[in-house]
Structure formats: structure tokens, C-alpha cells
């Protein structure tokens, strides 16, 4: 689960070595490389010399491997865990197992479930306790999913009475709720105490929980009553009470809220931080924009791999045929759908034999009609995902995305038809060019907009499968539409 997309990492400077995170994974390629390199030449020869050739080479690995874990030692937990999502597997393990094991905990919080796989096959049931026992309870709940079960109920019997109740509270949360997001390190106030106990009281911290900018105001159950912010604590007066400066309208959430609505909340409202209060109003938790932002990253990459047909598993050095059997159910769909469209330009071969250019001119109809419609699709999943399309809305999109399609229609399909008769000196042949054209638009935009809609009011992501089932339409449908029309007016 790492912080930034590595796109953006690329460009993030170390404080000291002053190197892109992107040159930090070359360079441990090189001293990679390099062991590689000197450990065979100094293999080599020993073979030839016989005298003690085990202690020099062994010698020579530990310089090398130094080298490497000094480098490690170095860099942030995101970079490594970048760096290893880099490397083959073999290297992997070989950088996994030159990080310092009180490290191990955050940065395998920080790498990609399917590199987390790996390197968790690669631990024993110790090392992997050793590595969560720093944690917080919900950064365990997080690894928790990839765990055996006997060691994630090892790990929650090695906790104290409270941490147990936190990770058990965690773990009882479902994925994309609030609940699986929200972290327990609170800190709270009274709103009957006055501002100079409240300093007081912060000052007993030897360093206060990332992402605070408020605290919670409480009363003596512990029922949330507002938030309030440091900036305005710190320059209140010190005997004036807490009672007269919080907010009492806050955005506050519970365990079992939608995450998604959560993260529009935080990017709404520009939160930092927010409470979370069970059904009775009590503070149990909060929500840090850090999690909301890898809670975002981690649904986008999901959607933009399952977009294709990939899952989050498939590793980027993983075996052929796992990543084959990985990709080939979307390989089999897509070879249903693009088989019953060949069946659809099969039923008019006797057209094409007839007039050899609308061979040459069908893909224009349905590549074109296939562009519109994801233009469409993406608004309209936009939409859904951020609430604002629903049934009320639904006429008013089609009547306009109907309108857009028309528009398109006439201009781009007048310039298609004059370009065919330009080209094949044959007005019909134009006109069929341009119909074709205006009514495949019009069919990707109730297709573009109707799937996505569909897909969502039976509870399924509308991001995932859209597209497969877009171009199916748009080219079956353009290749029909092109070619019927060619079959009346033309031949």
C-alpha cells in the first residue's frame, strides 16, 4: 500500500542523497548486478585455486551485501517498497532479506498485495509476528487479509485487553467502509476544562498522532460533541472554556459508512481528519486524509487494471501462466463479443463482394461509434461514483447525450460521406457513409449511457466490464447499420 503512485514518486527528491526514487531502484539494480558480476568472476577463481576459496567468497558476498543494506537503510519505507515492486523475484527476496526486520511491518504495509504475497511466502510464522508487533491495530487489520488465519489469531492473543478489542473491531469492518479506514489514536478533550488545561494537557504528549489538526471535544461518555481546531486553541486566551470555541457542526462519520462517500466528504470539506462515532453518537475512531488518499489510489488502480481484465494479484514479474490464466476470462468474453460481430459482417458477404469498399469503410463507423460511447461511459461512471447521477437525473442525461450524438452525427458524418464520395466518386455510397455514421452515434450514446446505469442498479461496479461490452455494441451495431444500409441503397 504504498503513499504516492510512482509516477509522482519519480520526481520526489531524498533528503540525502538527493535522488528520484526512480534512480534509488536503478542504482540497487546496479550494486544488484554488480554482486552478481564479482561473486562469479571470484567463484571462478577459487575453482581454479583451491586454497580457501569459501572464506573469499563469502567475503566478497558480505561487502557486496553491506553495501546494498547500507543503501536500504537509507530510504524511506514507500522507497523500498517501490524498489521492490521493481525487481524480479529472485532480487526481491534478495533486498527482502536485507531489510532490518523492525522495518519489515511498514513496508509491507507500503507494496502491492500481489509483491506482499511473495514476501510473505518467503517469512516464517516468527518473522511475520516480529513484523506486526510495532503496528497500530488497524494497520494489522490491513495485513490481516493476507495472513494465515492461525497466525492472525496468534497476533491478536499476543495484544494487550484494548488493543485486542481495537483489531477484533478492525477486522469486523467490511472492505470500502469507514470502518476498515478509521485508525484509534484519539485524542480527546472535556468541554467544561479550560483552555490552559487543555495546553496542559497536550503537553504530557510526547508527540501528538499524525494528521491532528483538531481535537475531539467528548463529554464524560464519551458521546462526540464537536471538534476543536489547534490553530484556534493556540491563540485563544488561556482561561477561557472549550464550551465557547468548538465547532459543534462537524462532519463525523460511522463504521459501517460507504468509504466512498467518505473520501468525497474529505476532498468536499478539505478535512485532514475526522471522528468516527458508532450508531450511539460514542467516539470510537478517526479517518486521516493518508488513509482516504490510499483508499482512492488503491480503487482507481483496481478499476483501471479490471478495466482490461487484470486483478490486483497479478504481480508484474509473476509466471506465465499465472498471469495467462489470470487474463484469460476477459480474453474469453472479448472473443465471444468479437465472435458474434464477425457473424454480423458475415451476413452480409454478399454485399462486400459486391462493393469491395465497404470493407474498406465499416471500421471507420464502428471505431468511431466505439470513441463516443467510452466519452459517454466515462462521464456517466464519473457520475455514479460521485453521487450525482440518479433516476431523477437519468432523462435529462439521455436527452442531452442524445442531442451531443446528433450534433456529431450530422458534422463528423457529413465529413465522412463527402470523403467517401471524394473517394469512391459515389454519391449513395456518401450518403449510406453519413446515415451510418449519425445513427452508430446515437446507439453509443443509449449504450454508453444505459450500461454503466444498468450495471450499477444491479450492484455491480459500472467501471468494470463497461468497455467490453461498449465496443461489442458499437461495433456489432455500426458494422450492421453501415453494412444494412449499403445491402438497401447500394447493391
Request: one cysteine or more; proline letters at 3%.
Amino acid at each position: 500500500m504504498t503513499d504516492l503512485q510512482p509516477t509522482i514518486k519519480q520526481f520526489l527528491k531524498d533528503s540525502r542523497g538527493h535522488l528520484t526514487v526512480q534512480e534509488h531502484l536503478e542504482e540497487v539494480e546496479r550494486l544488484l548486478a554488480k554482486q552478481r558480476l564479482v561473486e562469479s568472476v571470484v567463484h571462478r577463481q577459487a575453482e581454479r585455486d583451491a586454497r580457501r576459496p569459501a572464506l573469499v567468497e563469502t567475503l566478497v558476498h558480505r561487502q557486496n551485501l553491506g553495501e546494498l543494506q547500507r543503501k536500504l537503510d537509507t530510504l524511506h519505507p514507500a522507497d523500498v517498497a517501490y524498489i521492490l515492486e521493481g525487481l524480479p523475484l529472485e532480487d526481491r527476496l534478495v533486498i527482502w532479506g536485507l531489510v532490518k526486520a523492525d522495518r519489515d511491518g511498514e513496508i509491507l504495509l507500503e507494496v502491492s498485495d500481489a509483491v506482499r504475497e511473495t514476501l510473505l511466502a518467503d517469512m516464517d510464522k516468527r518473522e511475520i509476528m516480529e513484523a506486526v508487533e510495532n503496528l497500530d491495530a488497524d494497520e494489522i487489520a490491513d495485513l490481516a487479509q493476507d495472513l494465515p488465519q492461525e497466525v492472525v489469531q496468534d497476533i491478536i492473543e499476543a495484544q494487550d485487553v484494548e488493543e485486542q478489542a481495537q483489531l477484533r473491531s478492525a477486522l469486523s469492518s467490511e472492505e470500502g467502509t469507514v470502518g476498515a479506514l478509521m485508525d484509534f489514536e484519539l485524542v480527546t478533550i472535556r468541554e467544561d476544562v479550560t483552555c490552559e488545561v487543555a495546553l496542559r494537557y497536550l503537553r504530557r504528549f510526547e508527540e501528538l498522532p499524525n494528521h491532528t489538526d483538531a481535537l475531539f471535544v467528548v463529554d464524560r461518555d464519551n458521546h462526540l460533541k464537536g471538534t476543536l481546531p489547534l490553530k484556534r486553541l493556540l491563540v485563544s486566551d488561556v482561561d477561557i472554556e472549550i464550551s465557547t470555541l468548538y465547532d459543534r457542526d462537524v462532519a463525523s462519520f460511522t463504521p459501517e459508512d460507504d468509504a466512498d462517500l467518505a473520501a468525497q466528504a474529505f476532498e468536499r470539506y478539505d478535512l485532514i481528519c475526522a471522528p468516527v462515532a458508532n450508531r450511539a453518537g460514542k467516539l470510537i475512531g478517526r479517518i486521516t486524509i493518508d488513509a482516504v488518499l490510499d483508499y482512492v489510489r488503491e480503487k482507481q488502480e483496481a478499476t483501471d487494471l479490471a478495466k482490461v481484465g487484470l486483478r490486483e494479484e497479478e504481480d508484474m514479474f509473476s509466471g506465465a501462466w499465472d498471469s495467462a490464466k489470470n487474463r484469460a476470462p476477459w480474453l474469453a468474453l472479448n472473443l465471444c463479443t468479437a465472435f458474434v460481430a464477425s457473424r454480423v459482417v458475415g451476413a452480409f458477404e454478399g454485399s462486400i463482394e459486391k462493393l469491395a469498399a465497404l470493407a474498406a469503410l465499416m471500421p471507420i463507423v464502428a471505431g468511431i461509434g466505439g470513441n463516443s460511447g467510452n466519452q459517454v461511459t466515462a462521464l456517466i461512471v464519473r457520475s455514479l461514483a460521485l453521487g450525482q447521477a440518479s433516476a431523477a437525473t437519468a432523462r435529462r442525461m439521455l436527452m442531452k447525450e442524445l442531442g451531443i450524438a446528433t450534433i456529431n452525427g450530422v458534422i463528423w458524418g457529413g465529413v465522412l460521406g463527402i470523403t467517401a464520395f471524394l473517394l469512391y466518386q459515389n454519391v449513395a455510397l456518401g450518403g449510406v457513409m453519413a446515415l451510418a455514421m449519425l445513427l452508430n452515434l446515437i446507439v453509443a450514446a443509449l449504450a454508453g449511457l444505459l450500461i454503466p446505469i444498468t450495471m450499477d442498479r444491479f450492484g455491480r461496479d459500472p467501471a468494470l466490464g463497461s468497455s467490453v461490452f461498449l465496443t461489442f455494441i458499437t461495433d456489432s451495431m455500426g458494422f450492421f447499420i453501415f453494412l444494412g444500409l449499403a445491402t438497401v441503397f447500394l447493391v
